[in-house]
């Protein structure tokens, strides 16, 4: 008795990174193609052509259809600057927190550089709104920073550090409880401190230079 059927062997076509619609971020990818096969004997021999093609994520193993990797550099874009904005909005907050006085001048140094930075523009109102959240939530100024600072260059870190210093120095001196958040954020975007002190030193000179 000849024994003969057909089955369906896998194979990759691609991989790469995605933004996987379960997992909700990027993650990797298999671009895997089903083809089928004439068996005998439980062997597969003959090609009989595609039986279909997906995308699988690896981290879920949720399978997908093609169109998921379309776009997927737009969201993947849409997605980190939506990441950036809330890094910038945050920080800037916990900056202004970190002495304890809410300065007036430090309040609208941070909605200038929100509004600069981000795509949706704030009112004064909404800010405050903002920054009764971020009291209560008590997240760390390092959350967002550490997923934004793989994807920034040295410039891209060194505008947030500004920024920083720039709503710190506002309210007319840079504190002590400041200068450590600044230095916090600094790490947690992998910049050293040796970055930190020459951002320092162009925009004060040598002698405020701590
Ligand atoms: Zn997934």
Request: glycine share 6%.
């Amino acid at each position: 008795m000849i024994i003969f059927g057909t089955t369906g062997i896998k194979s990759t076509i691609k991989s790469g990174d995605f933004h996987c619609p379960q997992c909700e971020q990027s993650k990797p990818y298999r671009h895997r193609k089903v083809t089928k096969f004439f068996t005998l004997y439980f062997i597969p021999l003959i090609p009989l052509g595609s039986a279909g093609e997906y995308v699988e994520c690896g981290n879920c193993k949720g399978t997908y259809i093609l169109r998921v990797l379309n776009n997927n550099a737009n969201s993947n874009n849409e997605q980190f600057m939506a990441t950036y904005e809330k890094a910038i909005r945050h920080s800037m907050v916990l900056i202004m927190l970190a002495d304890g006085v809410i300065d007036n001048n430090e309040k609208k140094q941070v909605l200038k550089i929100i509004n600069k930075f981000g795509k949706n523009d704030l009112t004064m109102s909404h800010l405050e709104n903002y920054i009764e959240q971020v009291k209560k939530e008590k997240e760390d100024v390092t959350t967002y920073l550490k997923k934004v600072g793989p994807s920034l260059n040295d410039h891209g870190k060194e505008v947030i550090i500004k920024c920083a210093i720039s709503v710190a120095a506002a309210d007319g001196n840079i504190d002590e409880s400041e200068l450590l958040m600044i230095n916090k954020m600094a790490k947690a975007m992998q910049m050293s401190s040796a970055h930190v002190k020459g951002i320092f030193t162009e925009m004060f000179g040598e002698s405020k230079n701590n």
